[in-house]
């Protein structure tokens, strides 16, 4: 059985977003890492060299995963807080059953149904977007680092968890946002962030 074409996406991104494009060409993806590094290795306290073979490094995982993008956002007017994106698209994971398709809203309750089986503590809820009803799942909870982590006692963080599935139209996939982040104190700003970003999903006609 020969594997589906995934469809090719558009999402617009928050001012000042750094990101990395992912493809299914490593030397597009090199010269992407190269890119980004040049913007931001100063940040990281490593050289342009290191941080682009880093993120290099990163890009054969991601796209097995059906990584798009894959980058980092501000929100908030004020003392903005950051939040990190990944956008995927992913196949569905079995044909569904007959006139399964036909009823948008049914697939986006569905979709919130598994969520909600796989992580109890979640809000996971069908939500109307531009491109139509998609499941939307919002988690808040504690990360702990454990000393052999830290070099030093075990560090509680805050943490948020967004994620999107999107049904794309003509039953051609999902398209998957996920959003993280550990300011606690601009969660309600990462939300309405990510709210723009999920609802300027469309799929890219040219491709």
């Known amino acids: ?88 698209i992913q196949a569905w994971p079995a044909p569904p059953p007959d006139g399964f398709a036909d009823n948008p809203h049914i697939v986006a309750s569905a979709l919130a149904e598994q969520y909600r089986e796989r992580h109890p503590g979640a809000d996971a809820r069908a939500v109307p977007l531009a491109i139509g009803p998609a499941m939307v799942a919002v988690e808040q909870g504690e990360f702990r680092l454990p000393p052999a982590v830290t070099g030093d006692g075990a560090v509680v963080r805050p943490g948020l968890r967004i994620e999107v599935q999107i049904p794309l139209p003509d039953n051609a996939g999902l398209a998957v946002l996920n959003v993280v982040s550990g300011d606690e104190a601009r969660w309600e700003a990462v939300v309405e962030q990510t709210r723009v970003i999920a609802n300027s999903v469309r799929v890219d006609e040219a491709c």
């Open 1 to 88: 059985m020969s594997t589906p074409t995934l469809p090719q996406v558009r999402v617009d991104l928050p001012p000042g977003f750094a990101g990395l494009p992912i493809s299914t060409s490593d030397e597009q993806n090199a010269a992407q890492a190269w890119a980004l590094a040049g913007k931001v290795a100063e940040e990281t306290g490593q050289s342009r060299e290191e941080f682009a073979q880093y993120l290099h490094a990163l890009t054969p995982g991601l796209a097995e995963q059906g990584v798009r993008l894959f980058g980092r956002f501000a929100a908030g007017d004020e003392n903005p807080g950051l939040a990190t994106l990944t956008v995927a």
